[in-house]
């Protein structure tokens, strides 16, 4: 299976902050990445796909790049509704696979 | 409007059984392939299994491959999985998730999940 290795575990940051996450791959998987936002209590969500695709209705802030086996995911301007945990996830092949997650907390 | 919504979660002994399923409304759910996607409390997420559009093909975590069996009734627009062998690391939210337009194996949309406890 592919291992997704995500750093950092967790990250503190103020609103108005550059953050990037960086989420590896223990082999090459093109641009089949996804990531996710999950809100404490929420549903995961679909931020970005093919590892630089916003989904609709995702604000701009987000944005997604990488390919083989090193991806980042940024968000430009910390807003208050960022504050939460994510996930990048291959698709690549079966077994599909998460990252351990990234948590954004409030600095 | 796409909506997912599981249940049949619930409190099962180890060695037990539950059938959990998932009522899909909003596209056309023969042509999306499907996944349930679990996370155990204070924990990740963890892909469990898939299945094809049509049904045909499936595949499994290693982690339930011989205890679990994911499928689907594209009459009732509903998915299942049918979990067996259940084992206290097996307590989770599982969500069901319709995977994304472009054929990839990503997640557009989750349903709000349903609770499994595996406990004595």
């Known amino acids: 299976d592919i291992q997704m290795t995500q750093s950092p575990s967790t990250l503190s940051a103020s609103v108005g902050d550059r953050v990037t996450i960086t989420c590896r791959a223990s082999q090459s998987i093109s641009s089949w990445l996804a990531w996710y936002q999950q809100i404490p209590g929420k549903v995961p969500k679909l931020l970005i796909y093919?590892?630089?695709s916003l989904e609709s209705g995702v604000p701009s802030r987000f944005s997604g790049s990488g390919s083989g086996t090193e991806f980042t995911l940024t968000i430009s301007s910390l807003q208050p509704d960022d504050f939460a945990t994510y996930y990048c996830?291959?698709?690549?092949?079966?077994?599909?696979?998460f990252g351990g997650g990234t948590k954004v907390e409030i600095k | 409007e796409v909506q997912l919504l599981d249940s049949g979660g619930g409190l099962v002994q180890p060695g037990g059984s539950l059938r959990l399923s998932c009522a899909a409304s909003?596209?056309?759910?023969?042509?999306?392939?499907m996944s349930w996607v679990r996370q155990a409390p204070g924990k990740g997420l963890e892909w469990v299994s898939a299945i094809s559009g049509r049904g045909d093909r499936t595949y499994y975590a290693d982690s339930v491959r011989g205890r679990f069996t994911i499928s689907r009734d594209n009459s009732k627009n509903t998915l299942y999985l049918q979990m067996n062998s259940l084992r206290a690391e097996d307590t989770a939210i599982y969500y069901c998730?319709?995977?994304?337009?472009?054929?990839?194996?990503?997640?557009?949309?989750w349903g709000q999940g349903t609770l499994v406890t595996v406990s004595s």
């Open positions: 998730a319709k995977e994304g337009p472009s054929g990839g194996d990503y997640f557009d949309y």
């Open positions: 093919k590892a630089s």
């Open positions: 996830q291959q698709y690549n092949s079966y077994s599909l696979t």
């Open positions: 909003g596209f056309t759910f023969s042509s999306s392939a």
